[in-house]
């Protein structure tokens, strides 16, 4: 799902648009003065005014002014807007699964297996179809602290997730991954790893990235990370689809 981005310059206009389809000119022309326009979204008279000018200027509204008083129809284009909210909240209500779930953990050093692990062959391949990106060989590792965050990254286990497979070699055999696209502090793109073996447990958040994240976000132990992860990305997703997320 990509999330609904409306302009920020449109915010502010947004819900007047929204009061002005509830009053009926969503599908017709109605006649609105701005007394009454203000009454209604609890502002003053003269920004009731100017909003209408503003949504007329920017072609939301069609709007016409008569001896009888202001008649105003929502414009093809303010509609779409308002499509675009109601099909978003639309996907957020009915989704399974939510959006995205942001945790936060504090930077420790691992093991020292997540290099080994990640440039398996068989692996990175896995990583580069299904992820999108060839990650730096080792991951980040984070210690969740708090019993709310804690119970949100055990919910994930439950979650459909991107799964790498496992595969043997003529020394041993290593099990599947399961994985999640993630957004690490608002900035860099990379995915958590859920390894079916792994040392670690449930309070541990492994993430791997196409870059050193220690390094490109100045990060070092006990240093705090936000990783937002999204359930509902698949395979393949690009970096912009992730960031709009």
Excluded at 31 to 54: G, N, P, Y
């Amino acid at each position: 799902m990509v999330r609904l981005v409306i302009d920020r310059n449109m915010q502010r206009l947004f819900f007047t648009l929204y009061k002005l389809a509830e009053m009926g000119a969503y599908d017709r022309t109605i006649k609105v003065s701005t007394e009454l326009l203000a009454e209604k979204m609890d502002f003053s008279q003269q920004t009731a005014s100017r909003h209408l000018i503003e949504l007329d200027k920017i072609g939301w509204i069609e709007r016409s002014i008569t001896p009888q008083g202001t008649r105003i129809r929502i414009s093809k284009k303010g509609r779409a807007q308002l499509l675009k909210v109601y099909s978003s909240l639309s996907k957020i209500i009915e989704a399974k699964y939510p959006h995205s779930i942001t945790l936060e953990g504090v930077v420790f050093s691992g093991l020292g297996e997540g290099a080994y692990y990640i440039t398996r062959e068989a692996y990175r391949r896995q990583f580069i179809e299904k992820l999108g990106f060839d990650p730096y060989p080792g991951t980040l590792n984070l210690k969740i602290t708090s019993k709310h965050d804690l119970k949100a990254r055990m919910d994930l286990e439950n979650y459909p997730a991107i799964e790498i497979e496992g595969f043997r070699d003529k020394d041993r055999t290593y099990g599947p991954v399961r994985c999640f696209h993630a957004l690490i502090n608002g900035e860099e793109r990379g995915a958590v790893v859920f390894a079916m073996r792994s040392h670690y447990n449930s309070s541990v958040l492994e993430v791997i990235a196409p870059v050193y994240l220690r390094g490109r976000l100045n990060l070092r132990d006990g240093s705090r990370v936000r990783v937002e992860v999204f359930p509902n990305i698949g395979e393949g997703s690009s970096r912009a689809e992730i960031k709009r997320g």
